[in-house]
Nanobody, 128 residues
Framework: QVQLVESGGGLVQAGGSLRLSCAAS????????MGWFRQAPGKEREFVAA????????AYADSVKGRFTISRDNAKNTVYLQMNSLKPEDTARYYC?????????????????????WGQGTQVTVSS
């Protein structure tokens, strides 16, 4: 079992920044790749960013590329999502997720169906 707890969400003006954190427990953190997803009201959950078990591989949705950065600290069992230049369309509930099926250096996956464990999410609201 893996438990994931997100934090760092809030209300920010357009152009501002937030850093989301996701603390993991229950299994060795470096044994799973991590992803961030988001879901806005009335919309499907969508991929935001993902990072490999080693931290050396990352992937981003086109909509956030160049603005968001995913990172992980395996010593602290935490994955981060640094969000800069936020836009109103970034408003959503953000979820972190764990993918236990990757090899250490394998590329992280964008499909939500590859992730076995999910956190409860943290709300991000960007005002215009």
């Amino acid at each position: 079992q893996v438990q994931l707890v997100e934090s760092g969400g809030g209300l920010v003006q357009a152009g501002g920044s937030l850093r989301l954190s996701c603390a993991a427990s229950g299994r060795t953190f470096s044994s799973y790749a991590m992803g961030w997803f988001r879901q806005a009201p009335g919309k499907e959950r969508e991929f935001v960013a993902a990072i490999s078990r080693s931290g050396g591989g990352t992937a981003y949705a086109d909509s956030v590329k160049g603005r968001f950065t995913i990172s992980r600290d395996n010593a602290k069992n935490t994955v981060y999502l640094q969000m800069n230049s936020l836009k109103p369309e970034d408003t959503a509930r953000y979820y972190c997720a764990a993918d236990l099926g990757r090899r250490y250096y394998s590329d992280p996956q964008a499909s939500q169906y590859e992730y076995e464990y999910w956190g409860q999410g943290t709300q991000v609201t960007v005002s215009s």
